[in-house]
Structures are given as C-alpha cells and as structure tokens.
C-alpha cells in the first residue's frame, strides 16, 4: 500500500489536497486518485477505496471457490 498526499492551490490561493492511493496483492495493482478540500474528506476518501477494493477482491474469491466447490463435485477424481 502506498498513499500520496500532497495539498495545493487554486489561482485564487484556495488550499486543496490531492490524492494517491496504490493497493492490492502486487504493489500498485489498483489505483484510485482524486481531490478533497482537507485531509478528513482525503483520508475519508482513501479509506472508501481500500474497502471498495477489498470487497472486490473478496467477492472475486468467493466466485472462485464456489466455482472450484462446484468443479470438484461434479468431477470425481476416484
């Protein structure tokens, strides 16, 4: 997991912050970017992705081992 925060300005001298987050199984396998108006909102942001991308990863799972359930059943090796 990697987070990147980095706060900037608007023309007008508005304060922002931009955001990275890189996560998954392999270093950088998802990637979510975006902007807040403080680091509450960015890291409440960042936190949403982490738990999006979990899900995904943990459904995807899920789908693979009800498949493999549903393969061995249905192919008896003996």
Avoid: C
Avoid at 11 to 38: M, Q, V
Wanted: charged share 30%; aromatic share 16%.
């Amino acid at each position: 997991m990697k987070i990147s925060i980095v706060n900037k300005f608007t023309p007008d001298g508005r304060e922002y912050i931009e955001w990275d987050f890189w996560y998954g199984p392999a270093d950088g396998a998802d990637h979510a970017h975006g902007y807040a108006i403080d680091l509450v909102q960015a890291f409440a942001k960042i936190f949403e992705w982490k738990e999006r991308i979990d899900r995904d990863y943990a459904d995807e799972f899920d789908s693979d081992l009800e498949a493999a359930k549903q393969f061995l059943s249905n192919n008896d090796a003996n």
